[in-house]
């Protein structure tokens, strides 16, 4: 039992200090650096006057809503508190909706080690988060105004989940996975790679035909209601 929980600390440790180092490398280039194109871009969206203009911009987009909305709710809070004091001005940039990125990428990185943990040594699994730490296009696309770094969060979650919902295919568990699907569906349209890789492990590995149907009826459930919303 001792050991059992050393060993849990231990991976907590690990997932500590890599998201300290995640957040480190990206924060300060997310508040201060310079809009790029596509950044631009989203600005123009996040700040339509409603709701049903920031649909019809966003349409124009390669990307769907839910991460703009997203952003315009957090900026749309931001704002909402600088009003009330001077002290939170901060909030209301779009530096400080940047950050975003770097909450979604602090949660990848642990995601990664505690999935990488389920296969690996510890170290292994320390490794494999460092280097989504520190990567290069994963530091990159984790600060932007863009919804990469969501996108890389639910690309990891879909495994995890797939795979929970596998062991007890009950009805709130298949709810959650068809609420992942739809949310992901609606963030980024390459979020169905690792959606039809998770269903291709469901079929081509010994699951009960049940649970199969199930689980792939609720993927298909949360992907029509992502169509219908797009």
Known sequence: MRDHLRRI??????????????????????????????????????TAPTPHAAVQRIRRESSPPVWFFLARTAHGAGNELASVSGAFKPLASFGAVRLLSVLFSAMLVALVVIYARRFLELWAAALAGLLVTVGFQFVLHGKELRPYALLMLLAIAVPLTLE??????????????????AVGSMTHYFFLLPLFSGLLWLWLTPHGRSTRLRVT?????????????T
Request: glycine share 2%; proline share 3%; hydrophobic share 65%.
């Open 9 to 46: 600390r231990a991976v907590w440790v690990v997932i500590a200090a890599l998201v300290a180092v995640a957040v480190a490398v990206r924060a300060p280039d997310a508040v201060s650096e310079s809009f790029w194109a596509d950044e631009v871009a989203s600005v123009h969206f996040i």
């Open 164 to 181: 929970w919902v596998v062991e007890r295919p009950g009805r709130w568990r298949l709810a959650a996975f068809a609420l992942l699907v």
């Open 217 to 229: 009826a609720a993927a298909s459930v949360g992907k029509t209601r992502a169509c219908s919303r």
